[in-house]
């Protein structure tokens, strides 16, 4: 059973920079990992993924290259790198695992889920 946790969420101000991270227990060496964020009353959205082989990553469209995903499979971490931070990137931010070899946009194709950590980004 694959457990997510992610953390590094908190408060910042426009134009700071966050990293988030999420641990997994129990392997997810050949699981592809992304990134979801949900702002309050939106749907659950795509912010970026990796392959298990760390190929891609792949990001959203809107990120304009704010953005950047890795993952150490040695300590089974998957990192999101934010900068330049907007007010509209306020939400909580989910990582997210399935079998396949290509991250997915769709919620639906994630099995795994971690609780979540807010991101608040104030002008």
């Known amino acids: 059973q694959v457990q997510l946790a992610e953390s590094g969420g908190g408060s910042v101000q426009a134009g700071d920079s966050l990293t988030l991270s999420c641990a997994a227990t129990?392997?997810?060496?050949?699981?592809?990992m992304a990134w979801f964020r949900q702002a309050p009353g939106k749907e659950r959205i795509f912010v970026g993924g990796?392959?298990?082989?760390?190929?891609?990553?792949n990001y959203a469209d809107s990120l304009s290259g704010r953005f950047e995903i890795s993952r150490d499979n040695n300590k089974e971490t998957l990192v999101l790198q934010m900068n330049n931070l907007k007010p509209e990137d306020t939400a909580v931010y989910y990582c997210a695992g399935r079998t396949g070899r290509t991250p997915s946009p769709q919620t639906y194709d994630y099995r795994y889920w971690g609780k979540g950590t807010q991101v608040t980004v104030s002008s």
């Open positions: 129990g392997s997810t060496v050949r699981y592809t």
């Open positions: 990796i392959s298990w082989d760390g190929n891609g990553p």
